[in-house]
């Protein structure tokens, strides 16, 4: 996956990114579009990925989910086709009706947590609403990671939802 990240105010060359990513496009199963806070607070996204999307190529848009009818807008319209939705303490009626549209489309989804911020109780809330996401990600804090004690916990609550547990930092 190759990831652009959509920004206000910053000069970008498109035809540079297009250029690249047609280039590498047979060796790319997305196009990952991110923000410094949510791609969905960008109402020309669907523009953005329009102008620098090779043709044929599926885009997973990282997103908090704040958003669902410019989300739906998106996935109705064949600008998203996945999504890794961040979860923060609690999953909101915001992401349940995201969570809802890509399943509706038949779009894979993965849920992306910060561990620090879940007990096995909490995680395991979070995960019966993710039921069905193609991979579940555990977000370790990189200054005071949780040990292996921990974690265990964790990943057994979130494997509830899906087989395909990760542990980054």
């Known amino acids: 996956m190759s990831v652009i990240r959509v920004s206000e105010g910053q000069e970008i060359d498109i035809e540079d990114i297009r250029t690249k990513l047609e ?3 047979d060796s790319l199963d997305y196009l ?4 410094d ?4 607070d960008h109402p020309e996204l669907y523009k953005i990925i329009k102008s620098v999307r090779p043709k044929g190529m599926k885009v997973l848009i990282i997103t908090d989910c704040r958003d669902p009818t410019a989300f ?24 349940r009706r995201c ?3 890509l399943k509706d489309n038949k779009c ?3 849920v992306t947590v910060s561990a620090r911020d879940h007990d096995e109780s909490s995680l395991r809330a979070v ?3 993710c039921d069905g996401c193609s ?3 555990l977000k370790q804090d990189k200054v005071k990671p949780l040990s292996r004690s921990e974690m265990s916990p964790l990943i057994a609550a979130a494997k509830n939802c899906t087989w395909n547990v990760k542990t980054i930092t």
């Open 72 to 95: 739906d807008d998106l996935v109705g319209a064949g600008y998203a086709h996945a999504a890794d939705i961040i979860i923060g303490k609690e999953l909101t009626d915001s992401q």
């Open 127 to 129: 995960a019966e609403g």
């Open 135 to 137: 991979m579940f990600i």
């Open 32 to 35: 990952g579009v991110a923000s």
């Open 23 to 25: 280039t590498d496009k």
């Open 108 to 110: 894979k989804f993965a």
């Open 99 to 101: 969570i809802s549209i």
């Open 37 to 40: 806070t949510d791609p969905l």
